[in-house]
């Protein structure tokens, strides 16, 4: 609607590629990049609320496992144009050090797991001079906490299940307490980035060093020690 006139100066808002095309032309400098500064659409935003819906619900009833569903929902979002591939491409950030760590903590673990190790670090923590139901209980969570900063929470779990519901059978109580107290340990994993992948993942754009993760981590269990332990026996009873 403007009519041009020599001498004019416009400021333009432009795409990268207009960018790398007229980058070294006179006619245009520079000003300020601006990444990802175009407006959202949202027209189709009720059909991606769908997709995400659809995806933890075919998640949750059981019909596959959750890589699945979040590879079908990724499919289907481009396939209805709610994210475009080279939008998705642009925002798509793979850190090679973060997943090396990741597969060498899996590694770390399985090693762990194999080579009995755990298992004799267990039985020696859980020895059998164990007599008060409390203190057994604390032993388990200690030990569930210890493997789940080393190894997979899932690991760690499975590993002290069978010997929390033995010691639980050898002091003639319910295994119930111990199970719950299993649970929780396994979730409790602040002392370390390797005890859990968002742990690691949070660690270099946040620029946290490992003594920030003991710095936090180490009250966090305390108090999540101190309160599991106290109130399991009152609502599981032994």
């Known amino acids: 609607e403007?009519?041009?006139?020599?001498?004019?100066?416009?400021?333009?808002?432009?795409?990268?590629t207009f960018v790398e095309q007229y980058q070294y032309r006179r006619d245009f400098m520079l000003v300020s990049p601006l990444s990802d500064s175009t407006p959202p659409d949202f027209s189709r935003a009720?059909?991606?609320?769908v997709i995400l819906v659809a995806m933890v619900g075919v998640n949750v009833i059981g019909l596959v496992s959750v890589?699945?569903?979040?590879f079908l929902a990724a499919g289907l979002l481009l396939v209805t144009r709610c994210?475009?591939?080279?939008?998705?491409?642009?925002?798509?950030?793979?850190?090679?050090?973060?997943?090396?760590?990741?597969?060498?903590?899996?590694?770390?673990g399985t090693a762990l797991e194999q080579s009995g190790t755990a298992a004799w670090l267990v039985d020696v923590m859980l020895a059998d001079s164990i007599q008060s139901p409390w203190l057994a209980l604390l032993l388990v969570y200690l030990v569930t906490a210890l493997f789940?900063?080393?190894?997979?929470?899932?690991?760690?779990?499975?590993?002290?299940?069978?010997?929390?519901?033995?010691?639980?059978e050898q002091l003639g109580v319910s295994p119930l307490p111990f199970i719950v107290a299993v649970m929780f340990a396994a979730s409790a994993s602040f002392m370390t980035p390797l005890g859990y992948q968002t742990n690691l993942m949070v660690m270099g754009p946040g620029g946290y060093r490992f003594t920030d993760y003991l710095k936090i981590g180490v009250p966090m269990s305390l108090v999540a020690l101190a309160v599991t332990t106290s109130l399991i026996p009152l609502i599981w009873p032994f």
């Open 2 to 16: 403007q009519v041009l006139r020599t001498g004019d100066t416009l400021l333009l808002e432009t795409s990268d």
């Open 46 to 49: 009720p059909l991606a609320t």
């Open 67 to 70: 890589l699945e569903a979040a």
């Open 83 to 108: 994210v475009t591939v080279n939008r998705a491409r642009m925002n798509v950030s793979v850190n090679l050090p973060v997943l090396v760590v990741i597969g060498a903590a899996f590694a770390l």
């Open 148 to 168: 789940t900063e080393v190894i997979t929470n899932n690991a760690a779990a499975v590993l002290v299940f069978p010997i929390a519901t033995g010691v639980a």
